[in-house]
C-alpha cells in the first residue's frame, strides 16, 4: 500500500509561481512511476507530467511544457512540481499518482495510487 499527499497548492495571479510537493510512503519510493494530474469540475482527469520508474526520464504536457518542471528526492520519498508562468487556464486540482505495473504513462487508469489533491487558483 502506497499513501500520497499533496501539499503547496494556493491562490497566485497570472504569471506567479507554486510549488507542489507530493510525500510519499509504504514502498521504495524509487520502484513506482510518478505523476502529477490536474483536473476540473466536470471534465476528465488531465495529465500534466511525469517520472518513468527509474526517474531518468520526464514528461509533460504540450500546455505546461516549458513552464513547468517535474523533480523528485528519492532520500525524501518525494516529487515535485514547479509551476512558473501560470495562467488562469492552469486553475484545477492537482493529483499525483504512483504506479508499479508500468514504467512509464499518461493514463490516468494505469496509475493505482492516488493523493487527495490539492487546489490551484490562478487570478488574472
Known amino acids: 500500500q502506497v499513501q500520497l499527499v499533496e501539499s503547496g497548492g494556493g491562490v497566485v495571479q497570472a504569471g506567479g509561481s507554486l510549488r507542489l510537493s507530493c510525500a510519499a510512503s509504504g514502498r521504495t519510493f524509487s520502484s513506482y512511476a510518478m505523476g502529477w494530474f490536474r483536473q476540473l469540475p466536470g471534465k476528465e482527469r488531465e495529465f500534466v507530467a511525469a517520472f518513468s520508474r527509474s526517474g531518468g526520464n520526464t514528461y509533460y504536457a504540450d500546455s505546461v511544457k516549458g513552464r513547468f518542471t517535474i523533480s523528485r528526492d528519492n532520500a525524501k520519498n518525494t516529487v515535485y512540481l514547479q509551476m512558473n508562468s501560470l495562467k488562469p487556464e492552469d486553475t484545477a486540482v492537482y493529483y499525483c499518482?504512483?504506479?508499479?505495473?508500468?514504467?512509464?504513462?499518461?493514463?490516468?487508469?494505469?496509475?493505482?495510487?492516488w493523493g487527495q489533491g490539492t487546489q490551484v487558483t490562478v487570478s488574472s
Open positions: 499518482a504512483a504506479t508499479f505495473r508500468v514504467k512509464f504513462t499518461t493514463t490516468p487508469v494505469a496509475y493505482d495510487y
